[in-house]
């Protein structure tokens, strides 16, 4: 893994850009690590007769991800705007296998 440049020390548009390059390949990373937890997720869930969306879950999971966002000085809206697009696409993901077994 790279050592990351702090922005202010990228002297150029080309050393910016490969940072920001750099960053949304581990951010796919992380996502693709995040889908092998909700895959997981499926099993417990088929295992325990639960559903794949679970309404207090689905709030919690936005609402930390709003807090997390204040704290990096994010904008909240668009974190809960994406999150919320994330879990929807984790629950349909669930709901396919669930409903196939």
């Not at 020390?9 to 949304?24: F, H, K, T, V």
């Not at 996502?31 to 007769?49: E, M, P, S």
């Not at 994330?86 to 349909?92: E, M």
């Amino acid at each position: 893994m790279s050592t990351e440049t702090p922005p202010e020390d990228c002297s150029s548009m080309e050393a910016l850009r490969a940072e920001i390059d750099r960053l949304d390949i581990e951010l796919v990373q992380r996502l693709a690590a995040r889908a092998g937890y909700i895959d997981r997720a499926i099993q417990l869930k088929q295992l325990n007769g639960w559903p794949a969306r679970i309404p207090e879950r689905v709030e919690e999971v936005v609402m930390n991800a709003r807090a997390a966002a204040q704290r990096e000085g994010l904008d909240p809206d668009l974190i809960e705007s994406l999150w919320r697009q994330l879990v929807d696409w984790s629950i349909a993901r669930e709901a396919r296998v669930i409903r196939e077994e």
